[in-house]
């Protein structure tokens, strides 16, 4: 029996009903497994003791990051509910909104009623250029390198920008951007701060050897599935939740084609 | 280009390569205040560098754009013409009520991030219908590519972690040892490449890369 070759617009219709539109009306909640990884991540965010510094960085393009929030809002959470102050350090031009929308969407802000007064709790420096030399020269010497705020307020005005010097202020550094390997290379390898990547899952499948290079201080987790495992450990579900049923489907529909497709190569093959 | 002026820009530009690339591997191997601050300041210069670049690039975009829309030479004026006028909405925007403003946040959110997200959602059609006319096994070398991808896609799956919590284990030993081995490969070649480019752009035998040929 010959298999018809599909069309590719088969091939969209189904995986448009199956991955989006369907889990889009009706959520199928599905489960997951926690990873070991991820709750070490989560202990090492809740560890954090009250006043101590978490930097926020990194570089990427927003959209793609948006697959790192998932993970982030929780820890931001965390963080926040445990007093710890945040610095958002841009070194990509779209991280800075990229940066604001994860502030804004976990609201942690004293303005969406959180606990987090900007200048006191946390500061968001503007866009640092200059890739990793921006990185080094901002861990060398903070004030140097970023005088102000992103509002053009000089750190000496704010509470906690006086209270920056360098790298031996930050005691971790979370990186929900896709370039995370300028954040190993300078943040823990250089000096030794424990980093942690929302990876993205295509970052995750590139990236993850780091864990293996830095055992103990380079930690991530793997795209939605790991922002997923960070939310249900907060106890919320937010994108993560949302993204795992589509991938669900998604993964088997990719496998269910790439098995039609070696079918229909086969069974053409045996006519001819 | 007069003859002196390209000697003076080659050594002008070897200079500052060859002074950028010192103070940065000095501090490597030497622990000496002076070496560190040298290499600071040079840092310090090349951050601010790095910033003007950026509004270099709008003014080269901007020019490029406005003659083109000058000549109307080619199809896609319009959208040259359409750029442009975002670009300018975008900075007077930007600098009236400020980049980290809501009301900023609010625009940027709704068109190009949406946009690009749109895009991106797009990917998975592409890549579904790719991988069931591309991923047909005819050869060894197609097998490894289907099966790695699958695999890849499949173990890390809540339909195979959940009955087989060991999967993700699997899926870790790939990226760390196969695809690490791979990708080592990669990053080690292309450094290689990159010692050896400014070693030869430092000699002057790069001379494409210090924009001095047109001058010979």
Redesign the interface.
Same mark, same amino acid.
């Given at each position: 029996m010959k298999i018809p070759d599909?069309k590719?617009q088969y +091939?969209?219709v189904t995986?448009?009903l199956l991955?989006y539109i369907i889990p889009g009306v009706f959520p199928l909640g @599905? /489960? #997951?497994?926690m990873?070991d990884t991820t709750m070490e991540i989560y202990d090492i965010v809740q560890s954090l003791p009250e006043g101590s510094i978490c930097a926020i960085g990194g570089s990427g393009? =927003?959209? =793609?990051d948006?697959e790192s929030s998932a993970g982030t809002i929780p820890a931001l959470k965390i963080m926040a509910e445990n007093g710890v102050r945040i610095i958002n350090v841009p070194l990509g @031009?779209e991280a800075?909104?990229y940066e604001? =929308?994860l502030i %804004?969407a976990s609201r942690i802000e004293t303005k969406y009623g959180g606990t987090h007064e900007y200048g006191t709790d946390w500061i968001?420096f503007p866009y640092?250029?200059? /890739?990793a030399?921006?990185l &080094?020269?901002f861990l %060398? %010497?903070i004030h140097?390198?970023s005088p102000a705020d +992103? $509002?053009g307020t000089p750190l000496d005005e704010l509470p906690l920008g006086r209270e920056l010097t360098n790298w031996e202020d930050i005691d971790l550094w979370i990186c929900p951007h896709w370039g995370f390997p300028t954040i190993v290379q300078y943040v823990t390898g250089e000096r030794g701060i424990t980093s942690i990547s929302f990876a993205q899952?295509g970052a995750?499948?590139?990236y993850?050897?780091y864990m *293996?290079s830095y055992p103990g201080q380079v930690y991530m987790t793997? /795209?939605f599935?790991g922002g997923a495992q960070m939310e249900q450990l907060v106890g919320m579900k937010g994108l993560g939740h949302a993204a795992?049923d589509a $991938?669900?489907v998604?993964?088997?529909? #990719? &496998?269910v #084609? +790439?098995a039609? /497709?070696?079918a @229909? *190569?086969l069974t053409a093959g045996e006519e001819e | 280009m007069g003859a002196t002026l390209t000697y003076v820009r080659l050594n002008l530009s070897r200079v500052l390569i060859i002074v950028g690339a010192l103070a940065a591997l000095g501090t490597w191997y030497f622990s000496v205040p002076m070496v560190d601050s040298v290499f600071k300041e040079v840092n310090a210069w090349q951050i601010n560098i790095s910033s003007f670049t950026l509004f270099t690039g709008l003014m080269t975009i901007s020019m490029r754009y406005i003659r083109a829309i000058q000549r109307r030479d080619s199809d896609i004026w319009p959208f040259q013409a359409y750029a442009l006028v975002l670009i300018i909405v975008w900075v007077l925007m930007g600098l009236t009520v400020g980049m980290y403003s809501d009301t900023y946040q609010t625009a940027y959110l709704s068109t190009k991030i949406t946009l690009h997200i749109a895009i991106l959602g797009q990917i998975i059609f592409y890549f579904t219908s790719g991988a069931y006319r591309t991923f047909r096994i005819r050869t060894l070398r197609t097998a490894a590519l289907a099966i790695s991808a699958v695999l890849i896609v499949a173990l890390n799956a809540p339909w195979v972690q959940n009955p087989f919590p060991a999967a993700s284990n699997f899926a870790m030993w790939l990226l760390n040892n196969p695809q690490m081995a791979a990708s080592r490969t990669v990053v080690i070649t292309g450094g290689i490449g990159s010692i050896v480019l400014g070693i030869r752009v430092i000699l002057g035998l790069e001379k494409g890369a210090q924009r001095i040929t047109e001058g010979e």
């Open positions: 599909l590719s +091939v969209w995986v448009a991955a @599905t /489960g #997951f497994p990873s393009v =927003f959209a =793609f948006l @031009t800075v909104q604001k =929308f %804004d968001q640092i250029p200059g /890739g030399s921006g &080094v020269a %060398d %010497d140097a390198a +992103v $509002y899952s995750y499948a590139r993850s050897p *293996m793997n /795209g599935l795992i $991938y669900q998604l993964s088997l529909l #990719f &496998v #084609f +790439v039609l /497709g070696n @229909t *190569m | -």
